[in-house]
């Protein structure tokens, strides 16, 4: 698996692991009583024997203008197609039914990030009339029709919903681009993605202020040029109509308003669009290994049919309930378990402008309180901040989860405990959802009415997802060797992406050349599908995810890709090379370090800063790096290849492991002292490592 024959190399996953088995946890019973998976037959339901026809169960979920003739069409493997022959339109599943039954139902609950400012209810009646005029804006005034793309760059509003509904309404491919993005990083995507139109907002609240996020769509869109992109239209949303709330002008002709324009639709009614089952809904851009983000492309009646099936079996979720996703709408989690699964639900979807702790850590917990929320979505990054800035907090409010979800990255089982014990008070169930931006929706986690929870674990596959740990030679590693590998799933399943958008051969090379034997293969038995997570599985099955195989960064749950990272620092002119590395945080699990080496004769003062503002430029405050390292050379092997596995064990505190082979070994110490040393003067020396956290360090970039 080492492309330099001069380096002796383990791949991260086939380090074996060492950890206690954690004790089981049985899901409180009055959870088991009301929900909606508790009677076991369901397992059967979806066992092997019963694949493909199993996830009828899911489809039949929602309303379909016509009925699928086949389940899963493999003649184009590994491009699979589900419900073909199946038409219907994911927005009129969304709202549309849901006004029919019941009007006044609370479809949306907005909460603004200042406490002061009003909570918004939205019903399913309201819902459908904002989607249906924003529709007929975007057919009329922005010219849009079915299969067109169109970028979205917008934070936390219901505008943003309101927005994706109207596309699907249309069969319009929407591609949000995570708010809090660079204006060059929605750039590329505008370009990738071929879309002629942006829809933006002025500003919104983080952390207490008002952001200018306009400015960002001035910066997407030279971007987009510099990539032959045109952009003909930026709608931009006001968080208060009427009201501007950037500094940045509006450019005549090009950037409209959306509240100026939208009283001409009033009352307009737009005819959602009957799509085929296997029409693509959105796309959203995931880092890997190498620079250019991937637009995973999602399906219409696959993904729709997956996210519901799952919201309802693992979230719980029943028409009656007020269920809060604290994550972004930007990425994928968001999608599926914000917009698209609990609204195909008709339920009430709580969307959160603003971060966890404003003003304190105790607001989430006033928001659940004040809302009635009973099921809690969130990530361990998330978890781990509100706990070490409120420890005690849960415990003032008067609110009760049945059933809380996490999301994005593992779970310590101590953060899980806390999670279990002083956010659920000891009530609710918790339920570990493992997947990727590229799966849709749930790979791994426990039914949560009929399998125990295991802290640190996400449980056995789910329902339908039959998951498989193989070594590097396809042999697949067994339950309960204690030995971790590439976890695949054998099957396809219906919320799988469809292919990478403008790239079928990156679709293949990423996720299926690694273990497929025949390309010519029309049999889904021959394409196990590669998630790029290193895993284990003990013996009864529940698969702990040790993290990305490939040169991910996942900080605070989101996948920043090192060749991105490194590329924006060589935007800056002075720098000759530059490798990113992650360093484990207790907060966020990992952050980003970067290192870099200067061109001959320049001088290093400031450089820092500017490889940071490069970083943030390109992608986002998000990727910000923790430290930047000037050096004067990188640790190379004779092939001339960056090891991070050097650096990365440097920033960590943590062995260095054998260097005598590098062609550079003399330098590895003097960067080892500066950049130690000017850590410890900082006060920023971690934690002991554990067993996983070392091995993943000391094997960073192997592959
Ligand atoms: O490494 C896994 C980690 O997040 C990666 C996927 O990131 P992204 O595509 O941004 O999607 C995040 C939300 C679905 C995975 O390859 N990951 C996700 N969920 C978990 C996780 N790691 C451990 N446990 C999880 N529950």
Partial sequence: MTENSDEEVVSESQIAVHWREEEYYPPP???????????????????????????????????????WDTVLDTS????????????????????????????????????????????????YGDLLRRVNEFAALLQDFAGLKTGDRVTLHMPMVPELPITMLACARLGIIHSQVFGGFSGNACGTRIADSGSRVLITMDGYYRAGSITDHKVKADEALAEAARLDQEVDKVLVWRRQPGQYASATPMADGRDFFVDDLIGKYAGQEVEPVSMDATAPLFLMYTSGTTGRPKGAQHSTG?????????????????????????????????????????????????????????????????????LGVNIFHTSPTAIRMLRKVGPDEPAKYDYQFKNMTTVGEPIEPEVWRWYYSSVGKGQAAITDTWWLTETGGFLGSTVPALQPMKPGSCGPGALGIFPVIYDENRNEIPAGSGRAGNICIRNPWPGIMQTVWGQPERFLDVYYRKYNADPDSKDWHDWPFLCGDGAVRSEDGYIRILGRIDDVINVAGHRLGTKELESAALTVPEVAEAAAVPVIDDIRGRMVEMYVSLKPGVVPDGMEAKVTTAIETEIGKIARPKNVWIVPDMPKTRSGKIMRRVIASVSNFADVGDVTTLANPEIVEGIRQHVQKAKVDKGDTPRPLTDTELAEIQSFGNE
């Fill in 29 to 67: 019973p009055a959870f088991v009583a009301q929900a909606n998976a508790n009677d076991p037959a369901i397992l059967d339901r979806f066992a092997e024997d019963k694949f493909p026809d199993c996830f009828t169960e899911y489809a039949d979920l929602l309303d379909w203008d016509r009925r």
């Fill in 76 to 123: 184009q493997a590994p491009f699979w197609r589900w419900f073909t022959g199946g038409r219907l339109n994911a927005c009129f599943n969304c709202v549309d039914r849901h006004a029919a039954a019941d009007p006044d139902k609370t479809a949306i609950i907005w909460v603004p990030e200042l406490e002061e400012d009003e909570t918004l209810y939205i019903s």
């Fill in 302 to 370: 696959g993904y729709l049919s997956y996210v519901a099936g799952t919201s309802k079996v693992y979230q719980d979720i029943h028409p009656n309930d007020v269920y809060w996703c604290m994550a972004d709408i930007g990425w994928i989690t968001g999608h599926s378990y914000i917009v698209y699964g609990p609204l195909a639900l008709g339920t009430s979807t709580v969307i959160y402008e603003g971060v966890p702790n404003y003003p304190d850590g105790g607001r989430p917990w006033r928001i659940a309180q004040k």
